[in-house]
């Protein structure tokens, strides 16, 4: 039996398995001045190391954290301090109209606000000669031309098992509540601006109900929902390459979920701008007093997360907005037979085509926010109703559907105008029947449906949304350059 022969041969050394540059031959230290190494044959590719631009325009320090030492605690809290300032002076800038549009979409406007009087009603009655001894010194020193001057009565009052008064209108100004703003122009979300300013119940910092709560709303969400979106796709689409795009599905499960998770901020902030500003009629102290309340006197986090008037009105809101700002702009595309336009190759076509698309879904999303807002406002349990500054609906409603069929039926959406005082007389004329035809066939009037039903009190702060939608969009042409950049380079 022969031994195997020696492997000592074709041993390797393994620091030079992989060497792809060639070995410099042994040179004396008086020549190797002389000789430079060889030149690469052909040009090298790399990725760029450029630093990546800031987040919060310069405000927050690079964090780099391959550095050995760690992550560094003071840049962190600088980058959290900056970004917290930049986002609750944002949100102030536009809370104000925020305030506004909330306000008008909660505000009951009763199709019967125009017709009950303002004024006080009288009965009159002609004068009936009658003649009594009584009556002898007072007749000798009265005017006998005042004799057919008809006696007037004020009109009595329904009142109810307590003895109070009826309210028959929201424009009657005896039994209006103080702290309750005038119902009058709602035409646009700058006259309720200016309405709430003047209210000496509520006054300009009132405009800034709910700050530090929608400051706190918009923080988480824009923190959490893309933290969701790379959870669901790691875990459905683990093997995606990051050049590939991920079904749009995904995004909007994103947006559902954040919305589920965030409702009850989102509650706290409605109830908050809706309540008086008025120490006197305040129901919640602050978004903790809010949260403590509700959580004690509706029902817990069951009642708060899944009570159905919350429940349902939040999955449609959350639902329908990314659906409108993902898959409506393709299907617009799409049907004038451009689908070849994309955000890279065509920027400003595609900004024409998300401005469209926007447009559009305000027309089914902000119906659905109203609602949701009317809901809101709606307290269950054992809470206290809640004291709004705005006429609120006295009955609640019982659900997404019936919110929306007494809305359309039972409100209008034109400037309540009261009609002039009518007398009821007992004794009639033929003038006068003559005279009443006339001013009833001239008040009798068509009005339009906008007018005449609650069409219009769904699409509250409809002209606000497309102003912003088209200030968005010319923004975007200005500050963005034609050619952006694509994020690596060639060296």
Known sequence: M???PSLRDLYIDPSNAWAFVPTIPNISKANATSVSPPEPAGQAYQWSTRPTRNSIFELSPSL????????????????????????????????????????????????????????????????????SDSDNDESYFADP????????????????EQGYVIRRSVLEEGTRPEYIIPVGSVSGVWNVIKRVGRFRFEGWLALWKGLATSTLTEMLSTSIQPLINQFLQSLF????????????????????????????????RTRLI???YSGRYRTYTGPLDALHKVLRDEGGLKGIYFHPNLLIPTLLDSALRPIVSFALPG?????????????????????????????????????????????????????????????LRPAPYNGVVDALWHILTEERSDIPIPHR????????????????????????????????????QLYRGLGMRFSASAIYFVLNLIVSPEQTDAGWVEI
């Open 274 to 276: 809706v309540q008086s």
């Open 421 to 456: 005082r009518r007398r009821r007389r007992n004794s009639k004329s033929s003038k006068g029947e003559k005279e009443e035809k006339e001013e009833e066939n001239s008040d009798d009037e068509p009005e339009s449906i906008w007018k005449s039903t609650g069409l219009g």
């Open 237 to 268: 689409f683990p093997s995606m390459s990051p050049f590939h795009q991920p079904p749009v599905l995904l995004p909007i499960t994103s947006h559902i979920l954040t919305g589920f998770i965030l409702s009850p901020l989102d509650l706290i």
């Open 145 to 160: 031309h005042n004799n057919t001057t008809p006696k007037r009565y004020p009109a009595p009052r329904q009142t109810d």
């Open 2 to 4: 022969t031994s195997p």
């Open 64 to 131: 780099d954290l391959s550095e050995p030492s760690g992550l560094n605690a003071s840049q962190l809290f600088k980058t959290v301090v900056a970004s917290v300032v930049l986002q609750y002076t944002s949100t102030a800038l536009v809370n104000p109209w925020e305030v506004g549009k909330l306000l008008l979409q909660v505000q009951w406007v009763p199709r019967d606000a125009g017709e009950p009087q303002t004024e006080e009603e009288y009965v009159e009655e002609e004068y009936e000669e009658t003649f």
């Open 331 to 391: 299907l617009i595309a799409s049907y004038f037979g451009a689908s070849h336009i994309t955000e890279e190759t065509h920027p400003v076509a595609w900004g024409c085509t998300e401005l469209a698309a926007s447009c559009i879904g305000l027309l089914v999303t902000l119906p659905i926010e109203t609602i949701r807002r009317r809901l809101q406002v709606q307290v269950r349990g054992t809470a206290e109703p809640i004291k709004g500054c705005v006429e």
